[in-house]
């Protein structure tokens, strides 16, 4: 059986284009224009503290504690690889932890996480960070380098800033 697949005519369908009629988002107030015309870039995201893929969990749980953060960004040649996080440590390593102190941070983090440009708009970076579950989204410039981290606190400040 050979069916061939048949196309339309251009005739048999008028195309719309739906962009054709956008008109774009018109701010109501503020925080609303902050949102969606800023950049994460005027979040100011934080510093970062990172680790290598090759650092052991240990490691990087001391150096957490240490510096009192939340995650550490795996990078491997400045490039951003992975993310280690309280919630990792939770799921995959504190039950178990004086077994597998000594694994290495590729094994236990998540890998390729999702990122935000520095260029993207503040409500990008809430969005994902809404829908995805995060509390931490690295940031980076269009070369793919990591510039920082966005997380719940300097959203929260961000927001009261341009609350009216």
Do not use: W
């Not at 050979?2 to 005739?11: E, Y």
């Not at 960004?73 to 919630?87: A, C, N, Y």
């Not at 004086?98 to 941070?105: H, R, S, V, Y």
């Amino acid at each position: 059986m050979n069916h061939k697949r048949q196309r339309r005519g251009a005739d048999d369908v008028e195309f719309s284009d739906p962009l054709k009629r956008y008109e774009g988002c018109t701010p109501s107030d503020d925080l609303e224009r902050a949102l969606c015309e800023g950049t994460v870039a005027d979040v100011g995201p934080m510093s970062i503290a990172t680790a290598s893929p090759i650092d052991t969990i240990e490691s990087a749980v001391i150096r957490m504690a240490e510096l009192d953060v939340g995650c550490l960004l795996i990078l491997e040649t400045d490039r951003l690889v992975g993310i280690f996080t309280q919630s990792d440590l939770l799921r995959r390593v504190i039950d178990r932890y004086d077994l597998i102190k000594g694994t290495l941070l590729r094994d236990v983090m998540t890998p390729d996480p999702a990122f935000v440009r520095n260029t993207d708009s503040p409500a990008k970076a809430i969005n994902l960070m809404s829908t995805g579950g995060f509390r931490h989204v690295p940031v980076l410039d269009v070369d793919d380098r990591v510039v920082g981290i966005i997380g719940p606190r300097r959203v929260t400040q961000y927001l009261r800033q341009h609350l009216g």
